[in-house]
């Protein structure tokens, strides 16, 4: 085996910031989508499946880009890049075309289109880090990505606060202050990718592996053949952490879709139908949304520190209590300001749950499949999103009332769920892994 050259901090940044453009977008599906679906006249409880885009496209698209991309390899564009070119193209296209929806259905597909295109893009993201770090740098590979997440994320939220005021009135159906975040976010999806692309170089394949690779034959069902084999071969670590990723990701939907029609009515005492009032309170979330994940990029690195020292489950399930605390704590609110601290909590457990769960798993992946169980891991988030935005809907008007408050209630206490899994997961041991 070749060993991996150490990477100088500034060369991960730079591998790591294409990352900041898919998040970006991920910001604004997370914040905008839904108070676009409220603009274009969805109903509370439709919201859940107008967003099944996301997941579906997860469990369809990336296991198969991490097939695909581990039989890949070009002299000229590498084995991972390719990929993640074009995901980002895709990305910002449908970015672009976003605010010119003029019916619920439009948006949901472009929002489909949209998913893909990210998608495409992030699987790859997860599996270069392992390609091109060592056991002690993946740590700081890993937790970058956290990084680039919450500045992404950040930016994109704080789009959503600040061309509000800019840009005042509606274009078409849909306030104007939406095209100008869309089309920033196209802008970033493209130029972060294209940065990173020009900055690294991949690890080429040994003659052995390339050989290999030249020998196999190439087929449409290859890459599905390939999903199902590892998936057989599943180190236990990962079902483990599937029924973690169950209840986490579930609530993490469940605020996302949730979270401003919250902060409308515990604030405000508003719902969608008082436009400018609920506009006002999409902005104001998009601000709180913005603090977390500003929180996210400023303790990403300090949990790499404490996952070293205390063990990489017991710091997710740290984090994850806190995320909890304050999504219990957040629909009580009536004072916005205090909406700052109670999403805090959120902050540090997402920071954990982008990079710290890669760490207890990545020792126990063979290294020549390490794109198609990244693209597993990712099938592990979008199957409970999935069941997510088929049952919630009904969850939530026969036992939630149809109030968004108790959506994130109930969030909180999937976390509390969650939390407790993790501390059940056990990984095997390796020289320089965390576990």
Request: charged residues 10%; glycine residues 6%.
């Amino acid at each position: 085996m070749i060993k991996k050259p150490k990477l100088t901090f500034w060369q991960i940044l730079n591998m790591n910031v294409g990352f900041f453009g898919i998040q970006y977008s991920f910001g604004l599906q997370q914040s905008a989508v839904t108070p676009i679906y409220d603009f274009l006249g969805a109903s509370a409880d439709q919201i859940p499946i107008l967003h099944l885009a996301g997941p579906v496209t997860g469990l369809l698209v990336q296991p198969i880009i991490g097939a695909m991309s581990d039989k890949t390899w070009s002299p000229k564009f590498g084995r991972r890049k390719p990929f993640f070119l074009v995901g980002a193209i895709l990305c910002s296209l449908a970015l672009l075309a976003f605010p010119y929806s003029s019916s619920l259905w439009m948006a949901a597909g472009l929002l489909w289109i949209l998913d893909i295109g990210n998608n495409t893009a992030m699987e790859p993201y997860r599996a270069l880090i392992a390609d091109k770090l060592d056991d002690d740098q993946q740590p700081l590979g890993f937790q970058m990505q956290s990084f680039f997440t919450g500045l992404g994320q950040v930016l994109a939220n704080f789009s959503l606060f600040i061309f509000p005021l800019i840009f005042v009135g509606f274009t078409g159906s849909l306030p104007t202050w939406v095209y100008a975040s869309f089309f920033l976010g196209a802008i970033c999806s493209i130029a972060s990718i294209l940065w990173s692309m020009s900055k690294t170089k991949e690890i080429p394949p040994t003659e052995e592996e390339l050989k290999k690779l030249k020998s196999e034959k190439r087929s449409v069902i290859k890459p599905l053949v390939e999903i199902f084999s590892a998936l057989k071969d599943m180190p236990k670590v990962m079902w483990q952490l599937a029924l973690v990723y169950l209840f986490q990701w579930y609530a993490l939907f469940c605020y996302w879709q949730n979270s401003s029609k919250s902060v409308a009515l515990s604030v405000w005492n508003a719902t969608p139908e008082n436009t400018e009032v609920y506009s006002e309170a999409v902005s104001w979330t998009a601000l709180v949304n913005g603090w977390y994940n500003i929180v996210t990029f400023l303790v990403a690195f300090a949990l790499v520190g404490f996952a070293r020292k205390y063990s990489a489950k017991w710091v997710h399930a740290t984090c994850l209590i806190l995320a909890a605390i304050g999504f219990l704590v957040f629909p009580t609110i009536e004072n916005k300001n205090l909406l700052f601290f109670a999403i805090t909590g959120f902050g540090i457990g997402w920071a954990s749950m982008m990079g710290i769960p890669y760490l207890m798993v990545v020792a126990n992946i063979p290294k020549e499949r390490y794109g198609v169980y990244m693209g597993i891991i990712n099938m592990m988030i979008v199957i409970p999103m999935i069941i997510q935005t088929v049952s919630f809907g009904y969850i939530l008007k026969n036992f939630l009332n149809n109030d968004p408050r108790n959506a994130i209630t109930f969030a909180g206490v999937l976390l509390i769920i969650a939390a407790i899994c993790t501390l059940f997961i056990k990984a095997n041991h390796k020289p320089h892994s965390i576990s």
